[in-house]
């Protein structure tokens, strides 16, 4: 143990507990999981809604329904996910975001209508059941949207919301230079 100026004994300091240290490294990626899952959760009931009123209301196919529901639910999503979620990142061009964006989400897309289209015309086609609308939301909104979600979550991540140090070589501006005197 050291002494201090005024000569009385220091306390070592203590090291962070392991909670601690956990919190100082994901604590950022907890906040940005926080505001995904609001962010979703609004976007999931616009897509739900919109789902059954393109069933019931507007006679729709199912997987066209689904499509229908979750393009109108993604540009809800990406409003709150680009200016909320991710607001603390670079921004990169917007229409370069918003392609992207739909690319990925289409991609998350298929993973709804790959379980919606196993639920509905595979299992449906043996037992009748599956082919209700309790049913087809339950692959499509929970199963598949599940699915879609953790996907969706890392990729705007990784390619969409970029962190400052990772920007995309098109937005370099060269250096300009000029002669020291």
């Known amino acids: 143990m050291s002494a201090t100026v005024t000569g009385e004994p220091s306390t070592p300091t203590p090291r962070p507990g392991f ?17 995904f899952g609001i962010v979703g959760i609004i976007a999931f009931i616009v897509d739900l809604i919109l789902f059954n009123i393109a069933l019931a209301v507007l006679d729709m196919e199912s997987l066209t329904a689904k499509v229908f529901s979750t393009a109108i639910a993604a ?26 964006y739909f690319v990925l989400n289409a991609i998350g897309l298929g993973f709804s209508l790959i379980t919606l289209a196993i639920s509905h015309y595979g299992l449906g086609s043996v037992w009748p059941v599956f082919q209700t609308p309790v049913v087809d939301n339950i692959s499509a909104n929970f199963i598949g949207a599940a699915m879609g979600t953790t996907f969706r979550f890392w990729s705007y991540r990784r390619w969409v919301f970029l962190n400052p140090a990772v920007q995309p070589d098109t937005q370099r501006v060269p250096a300009v230079v000029t002669e020291s005197e």
């Open 19 to 35: 909670l601690r240290r956990l919190w100082e490294r994901f604590g950022h990626l907890v906040h940005e999981l926080g505001k």
């Open 75 to 100: 540009s809800v999503a990406f409003v709150g996910n680009r200016f909320w979620t991710w607001r603390h990142r670079a921004r990169s061009n917007l229409a370069r975001e918003y392609v992207l």
